[in-house]
């Protein structure tokens, strides 16, 4: 049975473009959106059908780009937990916190959501060869889903990224190229790639179905809290994908009819050392300007500019939410209290956004009595140089 898409479009300009052609971005610098007939989604399945299938994000399939399902390409990623932290919670003051744990992903982390999309849509379509620039943990993703599918992936990381991040790619098969400089250097290698040898470019946002492996966060958090939303969900942003995919399923749930009520108010959380989306919310700018050297210990925020970052500042607008950024010490504290607290070992992306709840309390922005996820985005067992700098160790 095809796919419920329609179409993508260009969320800048509104041109639409097949979706069953290899497509990276709009002709005016955009990235492509994939959009559905929602009419038709809803007419053929329900939340209670919806309910009885695999616990994987693919249990959401109507909303996801496949055209044929016998072609997907799967190592089980998603329907992660959604746990409870109220000890946790209490400690900051909001009670009702919780946090979906995303380390428990094939690879580690939410990226694999993403690679899981990109690759199955990649390989309906014909594509052989990919390449993206990644800061370690993306990387690792599409080069395990590449290994399942047969797909050959060039990985080109900065010399810098995390040893354990690097061999990961490496032992599935892929292609690894270091640079020096940030991701935005890798990110200009493999553009060249990209011309010299015809590969299909899936760095962020470059193709259009990344961000519906994403989107199954939002599905999730909506549908494990009993078809209802969160007052407010606070995600680590780098590139923005996974926000801006929880906006677009949240907004097609209540389309669909599935969940009522206004959509949560969306969070973007960033280091210090590299907060372009931050200040451009503070600035009421529409686009972010290029950070000059970002550097913190939380490498997949370390992202001086991002492709979608007026999709992210939109989002987070037309939902009431906010930008935050937090210090890299706030982070290392953040890491130990989720484990001692919660039980559960972030990555350093993922607890940033804990000591972001701690500085929205403090100036108001939370007032305590909102239910409040937190989007852990990978185990904090890939960072093992972090773990021993963490507070109290």
């Known amino acids: 049975m095809p796919s419920f898409v329609s179409h993508l479009e260009c969320p800048r300009?509104?041109?639409?473009?097949?979706?069953?052609?290899?497509?990276?971005?709009?002709?005016?610098?955009?990235?492509?959106?994939?959009?559905?007939?929602?009419?038709?989604?809803?007419?053929?399945?329900?939340?209670?059908?919806?309910?009885?299938?695999?616990?994987?994000?693919?249990?959401?399939?109507?909303?996801?780009?496949?055209?044929?399902?016998?072609?997907?390409?799967?190592?089980?990623?998603?329907?992660?937990?959604?746990?409870?932290?109220?000890?946790?919670?209490?400690?900051?003051?909001?009670?009702?916190?919780?946090?979906?744990?995303?380390?428990?992903?094939?690879?580690?982390?939410?990226?694999?959501?993403?690679?899981?999309?990109?690759?199955?849509?990649?390989?309906?379509?014909?594509?052989?060869?990919?390449?993206?620039?990644?800061?370690?943990?993306?990387?690792?993703?599409?080069?395990?889903?590449?290994?399942?599918?047969?797909?050959?992936?060039h990985v080109t990381v900065p010399a810098d990224t995390p040893e354990l991040m690097r061999l990961e790619c490496e032992a599935f098969g892929a292609e690894v190229t270091l640079v020096d400089g940030f991701i935005s250097d890798a990110g200009s290698l493999v553009a060249e790639g990209v011309r010299e040898h015809g590969w299909f470019d899936v760095a962020t946002l470059r193709e259009p179905y990344r961000i519906e492996g994403k989107k199954t966060l939002g599905l999730e958090i909506a549908e494990q809290l009993g078809w209802r939303f969160p007052d407010a969900i606070v995600y680590p942003a780098g590139g923005g994908v996974g926000i801006i995919g929880i906006w677009r399923a949240l907004a097609q749930l209540r389309r669909v009819g599935w969940v009522e009520g206004e959509l949560p108010r969306l969070v973007v959380v960033q280091a210090d050392g590299c907060a372009p989306l931050v200040n451009a919310f503070a600035q009421g700018a529409n686009e972010a300007e290029p950070w000059p050297d970002p550097d913190t210990i939380a490498v997949g925020l370390r992202v001086p500019r991002a492709l979608g970052d007026f999709l992210v500042l939109r989002a987070v607008r037309e939902t009431g939410g906010t930008a935050v950024s937090v210090s890299d010490r706030a982070i290392l504290s953040a890491m130990s209290r989720m484990a001692r607290e919660?039980?559960?070992?972030?990555?350093?992306?993922?607890?940033?956004?804990?000591?972001?709840?701690?500085?929205?309390?403090?100036?108001?922005?939370?007032?305590?009595?909102?239910?409040?996820?937190?989007?852990?985005?990978?185990?904090g067992l890939k960072y093992p140089d972090l773990l021993q700098q963490r507070e109290g160790a």
């Open 342 to 379: 919660a039980a559960i070992l972030p990555c350093p992306e993922g607890a940033a956004t804990l000591a972001a709840v701690e500085v929205l309390r403090s100036s108001g922005d939370l007032d305590g009595s909102e239910r409040v996820v937190l989007i852990n985005t990978g185990t």
């Open 13 to 153: 300009c509104g041109s639409r473009f097949d979706h069953r052609e290899v497509v990276n971005v709009c002709a005016c610098g955009s990235p492509l959106l994939v959009e559905y007939d929602l009419e038709r989604v809803a007419a053929a399945t329900s939340k209670d059908e919806v309910a009885g299938r695999e616990a994987t994000m693919w249990r959401y399939r109507e909303f996801l780009p496949v055209e044929d399902r016998r072609r997907i390409v799967t190592l089980g990623e998603g329907f992660t937990p959604l746990m409870p932290a109220s000890r946790l919670g209490e400690g900051v003051g909001l009670p009702d916190l919780w946090v979906k744990d995303e380390g428990l992903n094939p690879t580690g982390t939410f990226k694999a959501r993403g690679a899981a999309c990109g690759v199955t849509a990649a390989g309906e379509r014909g594509v052989k060869e990919v390449a993206l620039p990644s800061a370690g943990n993306a990387g690792g993703a599409w080069a395990a889903y590449g290994a399942a599918a047969g797909m050959a992936v």
